[in-house]
């Protein structure tokens, strides 16, 4: 009985992968160049060291693109309305990607899987984020070194 459940869970999942890499808009994401699952480490100013593992990165000549694919049952009409953690984790996949490949543009897309939709995330609405996580992470390293200021004998 807990087989048949798990096969019926299963189906729609395959169905949906069958449905994507049969779609010919979203055909060069699958084509044999695409890194699927590919692993990306980067010093990023003001950040530190970045390490994610991204679902497709597609290197060119021109430009290099990293694309996360999300399975939100609610998806956002508009990049402006994209969630911030999942504008948060493609701002530092962008950042990591200027890092490695600092000759080419610096792409990043969501594949939103339910609807087989691709939506590319404007670079100023990215470099923003990236702004904003960086003053964060900023804010945070004084607030600590305050904290450390304070302690007896501290620094």
Known sequence: MEE???????????????????????????????????????????????????????????????????????????????PEGILRQMAAYRAMLQRIWPDREARAAILWTREARLMELPAPLLGTMLARMTAMQETERSEAEATLDALPGGP
């Open 4 to 82: 048949a459940a798990l096969v019926g869970d299963v189906a729609p999942i395959v169905e949906e992968a069958a449905r994507l890499t049969a779609a010919p808009h979203l055909a060069w994401l699958f084509a044999p160049g695409a890194l699927a699952e590919a692993a990306l480490t980067a010093e990023v100013e003001g950040l530190g060291r970045l390490r994610g593992q991204v679902d497709r990165l597609i290197v060119t000549p021109q430009a290099v693109t990293v694309v996360d694919f999300k399975t939100n049952r609610i998806v956002p009409a508009r990049p402006e309305e994209v």
